[in-house]
Structures are given as structure tokens and as C-alpha cells.
């Protein structure tokens, strides 16, 4: 309970430390300084402001969202952007606003210190969206919550449709997580767009709550407030690491993963400072800070440290995610509007 009772009140706190932010984001474009909209988890955002702040005397305005949330944000502020650098989250939104005209080419020169696939992203986005980490989805399940039920452990996707499981998988929503939009993309990959949505409609029958958040449901699962949560791998290590009853599954068939990703709001007022921060956050320094604040993607600047921590993607069975088609402004919108329509309006 007492576990309990401070994570609501660090999350409260966070959320009004983001409120403010958001709110000062005015004030920081009258001073030349930088407005950030961030796709990570909180503790990870205030320690890229901090640091960036301290390392160059920028004052930095930070609001954190979901990755969905952001995009949705910087495309209704399209006429006149609020934001200046756009940093962090799944890179399907960021390929989108790339698509749709909201970021702007850059080419920094930290280009040639990473890795491939943080390339091709940029590649693909015309330049306008850069990998800056990457982590495979799966889920994870609350261990105590499992033997108390007697039910044998999942190790697969089609392992979380038993009828055991009723009520007890919890995911976010699509339409807002970066999360939840990856693993639509990937089980439409993954088992064809009919059998897939096919089985989504089936895993509806056992989703206890649809988040806004895509780290939300490890959260819950390691609360014991669900049995089951589908997540990136990495935010289950999180809770691990911090001692909570969880198992982290990379799931049989074979999943997805992200290429978190970094952009440039197209009008940003403080575009000096943008193009600092977006540098700076592709050296070692700068990506060695998720690791410090328990996110363990693996980062795409080769010389980064991997966190001993981080679920090794290569032992791991990847699909071969598209990326630029699953990124694409109409594919989005047609699978988000088809997921709306024939999963989550179902009864239960």
C-alpha cells in the first residue's frame, strides 16, 4: 500500500510539474530559450532539461506527453508552433508530422557517430526525424498474481487471448501511445491485417482499461493492479529493477520494436537553441542519461554505452517492422480509425 500510495503521489507531482511547463512555454519563446515537448518518461525528460540547461545556459520549457499526444499537439499548433524541438517517443507520429510538413530537415553533424538504423529513420523522414534509441515491445506479467491464479505463465501473444485472462491484460491506447499504435503495426505485420485484427478483437474481450500512457500498464502490472501489461520490454525492466513480483516475455511469434526519435518543429521561434539541443542529445553524454534514470532502450550513438539492463535485441525474434509505411500519415489514420471502429467500441 505504501508502494501504492507514492507512486500516486509522484505521479501527481509530475503531472503538475507538467502542467506548469507547459504553461511557462510562452514565456520561454519571449527569452530566446527552448520549448521541448517530450515523448519519455518524466524522470528521463527532467534530466535531459537539467543537464542541457546546465551545459549551455539555455533555459529549457518541458511538457512530457504520449508520443500520439504530441503529434496531435504540434499539428493543431501548426498555424503558430508553441514548440521548438520535439524529443522523444515512437517514431511513427514523427515520421507522420514529417510527412504532413510539421518538422524540418536537419542534418546534424553527430550523423556519422550512429547507428544504422537511427539513419535510415532519417533517410526515410527526408531528414526531418532522427533515431535516438530503440526497444522492443512485449509484455510482462505480475508473477504473485499468476500462481495465485494457477494459471500457466504466457509466453506468446496468443497465450494473453485464455479466457483466464479476462479483465486482466491491460494496454494503452493507440490513438494517444506510440506503444499501443507500435503493437497494432505489429500484430497487422505480424499475422496479416484480417487475422489480426481478428485477433485484437479477442484480446478486447480481456483488456481491462485502454491507457492514454504506453508505460502505464507496467506500471499497473507491477502494482499488482493487473496481471498482465503489453509495454516496450525496456519500461518492464524498469519496474524490475525495482524489485516488483513482474516477468518480462519477448512473446514467441515474434514482435515489433520502436526507433525513438527526435524533430524539429517546422516555425520553431528558437531555432538556434533547437539545433543545439538536437546535437547534444546525439552524443554519448547526453543519451547515457536514460540509463541514469532507469530507461533502458539502447541508444543510437555507437560510442553510448548499452545499459547492461536493456533486452538485447539481437537475441530477441524481431519482425521486419515498416517503418516508413506503418509512419505514413493515411496508413495511421486508416488503422487507427479501423481500430476505433472494430476493436474499441466492441462490448466486452
Not at 535531459?48 to 499539428?75: C, D
Not at 522523444?88 to 530537415?105: F, K, R, S, Y
Not at 485484427?197 to 504506453?214: D, M, P
Not at 538536437?278 to 530507461?295: C, E, I, N, R, V
Amino acid at each position: 500500500m505504501k508502494i501504492k500510495k507514492n507512486f500516486i503521489a509522484a505521479t501527481m507531482l509530475a503531472g503538475a510539474t507538467t502542467v506548469l511547463s507547459f504553461l511557462s512555454a510562452g514565456s520561454a519563446q519571449a527569452q530566446g530559450a527552448l520549448v521541448m515537448y517530450c515523448g519519455v518518461q518524466e524522470e528521463w525528460c527532467r534530466a535531459m532539461t537539467t543537464a542541457f540547461e546546465r551545459e549551455t545556459g539555455i533555459k529549457v520549457s518541458m511538457t512530457r506527453k504520449s508520443s500520439g499526444e504530441i503529434y496531435a499537439q504540434v499539428k493543431a499548433e501548426g498555424a503558430n508552433p508553441r514548440a521548438d524541438i520535439w524529443w522523444g517517443g515512437t517514431g511513427d507520429p514523427h515520421m507522420q508530422a514529417a510527412e504532413e510538413g510539421l518538422t524540418v530537415e536537419y542534418t546534424s553533424p553527430k550523423n556519422a557517430e550512429l547507428q544504422d538504423w537511427a539513419i535510415r529513420q532519417w533517410e526515410q523522414s527526408k531528414n526531418r526525424t532522427i533515431g535516438i534509441y530503440s526497444g522492443a515491445l512485449g509484455f510482462g506479467y505480475n508473477t504473485d498474481l499468476i500462481k495465485s491464479k494457477g494459471v500457466a505463465e504466457p509466453k506468446c501473444w496468443a497465450d494473453l487471448l485464455n479466457v483466464k485472462f479476462k479483465d486482466e491484460v491491460q494496454m494503452a491506447d493507440p490513438n494517444s501511445s506510440g506503444t499501443a499504435y507500435t503493437l497494432l503495426a505489429t500484430i497487422v505485420q505480424l499475422m496479416g491485417e484480417e487475422k489480426g485484427f481478428e485477433y485484437l478483437k479477442a484480446l478486447h474481450k480481456n483488456v481491462n482499461q485502454y491507457t492514454k500512457s504506453g508505460a502505464a500498464p507496467a506500471k499497473a502490472m507491477a502494482l499488482g493492479e493487473t496481471t498482465i501489461g503489453i509495454a516496450f520490454m525496456h519500461d518492464i525492466v524498469t519496474m524490475l529493477v525495482d524489485k516488483a513480483p513482474i516477468k518480462v516475455v519477448a512473446p514467441c511469434e515474434g514482435t515489433g520494436y520502436e526507433i525513438g526519435s527526435m524533430s524539429i518543429i517546422k516555425g520553431a521561434k528558437n531555432m538556434d537553441s533547437a539545433k543545439k539541443f538536437y546535437d547534444w542529445a546525439l552524443t554519448p553524454a547526453a543519451q547515457k542519461l536514460g540509463a541514469d534514470a532507469k530507461s533502458y532502450q539502447v541508444p543510437s550513438n555507437k560510442a553510448t554505452p548499452v545499459p547492461p539492463e536493456a533486452p538485447k535485441l539481437s537475441e530477441i525474434k524481431l519482425i521486419n517492422f515498416d517503418f516508413a509505411k506503418y509512419g505514413s500519415s493515411d496508413e495511421r489514420k486508416r488503422l487507427l480509425s479501423k481500430w476505433d471502429n472494430e476493436v474499441k467500441n466492441l462490448p466486452k
